[in-house]
């Protein structure tokens, strides 16, 4: 029987340029919100952008993913650390669970120090919501250093 964890990560679409690096070296060393799978066995199936805002792509990506063996869908990091943040992260959280039945986790890799500090700064993750959103890719500053 195979253990192995299958995911998929939709990234921001303003950085749907993006060659994956911090996400990749975050999932080989269970950093960020990776670390759940610590000890686990994980594949990636698919990684796509979200379509641009307001995230056409959120309607479809996930149902390929899911298609390609996804059991979890991460919603990358860059939705949070974004100038600004992703305003429909949690809608694309809600949806992406409702419709197609999938776990979803808010962040891939580390938040970089440079993104963490200027936003703490800011603000912007003030809010109860915030906070939880932030937490499974908010590590201790030398984690943050590394990523920036």
Known sequence: MDDT???GIIICDRYRMCA???CMRSLRNREGAFSIYEGKEVELVGFAPCG???GGNIEYVPEEMKKNGAEVIHLATGMIV???PCPRIKYFSRF???KYDMKVVVGTHPIPENYYTTHMNLGTWDSNLWKELISPTETDEKIRLSYD
């Open 5 to 7: 964890i299958k995911i």
């Open 20 to 22: 994956g690096g911090k």
């Open 52 to 54: 641009g805002c307001p």
């Open 96 to 98: 992406i669970r409702e």
């Open 82 to 84: 974004g100038y600004p």
